[in-house]
């Protein structure tokens, strides 16, 4: 009885492993596993975005949490002028989970 019980148990876990193990294999496949990194710099007045998911807003909050600018990204790869005084800012690419804290010069 119990070596049938542990052969069970041996069973499920194989079959969960297994599954788990195709659900990666599909991810990458589908290219859900090697999306490039969304880049970020800050020169001056003026952001450069690389790889941005076109279609999302990119949006500017002061340090407070308060939004001050907010536009929508045209292209994945692109520059933006901010018109906001000097300062400290949080950049927020709505719908992902890209935020970073930047400083206009």
Do not use: H
């Not at 496949?29 to 450069?48: F, H, K, M, Q, T």
């Not at 994945?76 to 709505?94: A, D």
Request: proline share 2%.
């Amino acid at each position: 009885m119990k070596k049938n019980l542990l052969s069970l148990v041996l069973l499920m876990l194989f079959l969960c492993f297994q599954t788990f193990a195709q659900d990666i294999k599909s991810k990458s496949l589908n290219g859900e596993g090697d999306r490039a990194a969304i880049e970020i710099s800050v020169v001056g007045n003026r952001i450069y975005i690389e790889n941005a998911p076109v279609g999302k807003r990119i949006e500017i909050l002061s340090i407070l949490g308060l939004k001050v600018s907010e536009s929508e990204i045209k292209t994945s790869s692109g520059e933006y002028i901010l018109n906001v005084p000097k300062g400290y800012y949080i950049l927020r690419i709505k719908d992902t989970d890209t935020i970073r804290k930047i400083a206009v010069r």
